[in-house]
């Protein structure tokens, strides 16, 4: 029966579209600012700190460390009845852009503060791969 | 003395205010609490439907728009009419615009009515993964990502909580004095949900996480009441036959990557920067005249318990990392030093993104807040982690 039920996907938009393009090639991009070299982010039509519209989308290393985390004990949809508890959190990627996903790979009681993470994949559908992290080192 | 800022000081009032009775009936009809509460506060303020020529509403959609409301409700003389997204951190902006509205000329008893309506809202419409909130740029505003199993904002305040748990080395049981004292105010306001149903820090302890580190106590209560504030001239306010309450200050949300609406400034959730936290110099309180340690009642937006200590350090009230320590040992409890969310706000009465608190502030500076009556209050300043606020004061 859990099986049936449809995973939420993510909103994908024109303005959101290359990231989640790159995502299926589990390759983690944002843009970079042409003009002054800043990361933007979140995802928007111009640079945050020039106002530039001139951007390139570029991978980024996808090594971070956890800024916090939470674990979700509770199941709000179907889809997820499996997959309590989960963790999902806040992570400080070196180039400075604080990104949200799940952690995998690891217990809850194993995870403090500065972990250090490294991004993967999860192919969720034909479109879609969901960006996780795990500990850069096996836990 | 700011002048720029004095000249509205205390020039406009709340007039009349009315509730109703918190509940959790789905089939319960929402456009029925309104009416009951704009009854009950258009008889406080001595008035006549006729008299009421604004209306402020801020309700979630699709409920209580404000095309219908004048005509349903039977107001006539409507001229000027305005809405808002349904948010607690607006609110003191809802309460600002009927100021304006008033101090311009534009109508002479503005009307601002809500619902705690969350439970209507549970319908597939806020928390889902069709939930409209979670389509919004770069997703919701609260941490909502339904592909990663997060559809509530509860995600961002539990993430927010924990992040400060990792930095301040405060604890779970902490964090539970503040559902507990709410719950205290709440057992003397026969209007909240959880009126006599009173908790202990056990209680709080023994239930089961939600979203660590929240419990299911530290979330509002998804109820439905209808609320009404009347908000009119400071001079119209003293031939009412209730003392005035002024409007002594305000100011509207601050926004920006610095701003989380769970987190306070510098806690380094979401966009922001991760660093120390001091005060800044706020309109709200050069407005009013008034540094925060003149605030006999505070009232906060706490859709989640830890919106409440965060608060507290935001305005100034404890310092970065102390806040926890500062609620417990009943300090914001009933007889404590700092009365904080004195009807049992969203934890404990209904989450009405803060008009209930509104209601009760109103009230409670009139010397009509019955068994919850703090002794004395003169001042009281609702506010947000956005920092959006209201003074309200009686003199």
């Given at each position: 029966m859990a099986d049936k039920v449809a995973w939420p996907m993510p909103n994908i938009s024109a303005a959101n579209r290359p990231h989640w393009a790159a995502a299926k090639n589990h390759k983690l991009t944002y843009q970079q600012c042409l003009d002054c070299g800043s990361w933007i982010y979140p995802?928007?039509?111009?640079?945050?700190?020039?106002?530039?519209e001139r951007f390139e989308w570029r991978p980024v290393s996808g090594e971070g460390k956890i800024s916090s985390w939470i674990v979700v004990?509770?199941?709000?949809?179907p889809a997820f009845q499996n997959e309590i508890p989960y963790v999902v959190a806040e992570v400080d990627l070196a180039e400075g852009i604080r990104v949200l996903a799940p952690v995998v790979?690891?217990?809850?009681?194993?995870l403090r503060a500065s972990l250090p993470v490294r991004a993967r994949f999860m192919d969720r559908s034909d479109d879609v791969s969901l960006l996780q992290f795990e500990p850069a080192k096996p836990a | 003395v700011d002048q720029s800022l004095s000249?509205?000081?205390?020039?406009?009032?709340?007039v009349g205010v009315g509730r109703t009775k918190s509940e959790r009936n789905a089939q319960s009809n929402l456009m029925g609490h309104l009416g009951q509460a704009l009854k009950a506060a258009v008889a406080d303020a001595g008035?006549?439907?006729?008299?009421?020529d604004g209306l402020m509403i801020q309700t979630a959609?699709?409920?209580?728009?404000m095309d219908k409301v004048a005509e349903m409700l039977g107001?006539?003389?409507?001229r000027w009419a305005f809405q808002s997204w349904?948010?607690?951190?607006i609110q003191p902006t809802c309460i600002a615009s009927a100021a304006f509205a008033v101090m311009s000329g534009q109508a002479n008893y503005v009307a601002c009515l809500s619902t705690g309506q969350a439970l209507q809202s549970h319908r597939g419409r806020l928390t889902s993964?069709?939930?409209?909130?979670?389509?919004r740029e770069g997703g919701?505003?609260?941490?909502?990502a339904p592909e990663y199993g997060l559809f509530f904002p509860n995600t961002g305040a539990a993430m927010g909580m924990k992040k400060y748990f990792l930095r301040y080395g405060a604890t779970e049981e902490q964090l539970g004095a503040v559902a507990v004292a709410q719950r205290q105010w709440a057992q003397l306001?026969?209007?909240?949900?959880?009126?006599?149903r009173p908790i202990t820090i056990d209680d709080y302890m023994s239930s089961p996480y939600v979203i660590e580190p929240l419990r299911v106590f530290d979330h509002c209560v998804p109820a439905n009441a209808g609320f009404c504030i009347i908000v009119t001239s400071a001079e119209r306010a003293r031939e009412a036959p209730k003392a005035p309450v002024y409007i002594a200050g305000f100011q509207g949300s601050s926004s920006g990557k610095?701003?989380?609406?769970f987190a306070r400034t510098?806690?380094?959730?979401?966009?922001q920067t991760e660093g120390s936290y001091t005060v800044d110099d706020m309109t709200v309180y050069r407005m009013a005249d008034?540094?925060?340690?003149?605030?006999?009642i505070v009232g906060t937006v706490d859709?989640?318990?830890?919106m409440v200590p965060f608060t507290l350090e935001e305005f100034g009230f404890c310092k970065e990392g102390e806040a926890l320590e500062f609620m417990?040992?009943?300090?914001?409890?009933?007889?404590?030093e700092l009365p904080v969310n004195?009807?049992?706000?969203?934890?404990?009465?209904?989450?009405?993104y803060g008009w209930g608190h509104e209601v009760d502030m109103v009230r409670q500076l009139r010397g009509?807040?019955?068994?919850a009556q703090v002794p004395g209050a003169k001042i009281a300043q609702f506010m947000s982690l956005d920092r959006s606020s209201v003074i309200l004061a009686n003199a």
């Open positions: 995802i928007a039509p111009m640079c945050q700190a020039c106002w530039s004990r509770r199941a709000f949809h790979n690891i217990e809850p009681e194993q | 000249a509205f000081r205390n020039k406009t009032a709340i008035l006549t439907p006729k008299d009421i959609p699709p409920e209580g728009f107001l006539p003389n409507v349904f948010h607690g951190r993964d069709k939930a409209f909130e979670n389509f919701g505003p609260h941490l909502e306001n026969p209007d909240a949900y959880f009126y006599g610095e701003r989380f609406i510098g806690l380094g959730v979401g966009g008034i540094k925060c340690s003149d605030v006999d859709a989640f318990s830890p417990q040992d009943g300090r914001t409890a009933p007889g404590g004195t009807c049992g706000g969203g934890l404990s009465d209904v989450e009405s009509e807040a019955g068994a």
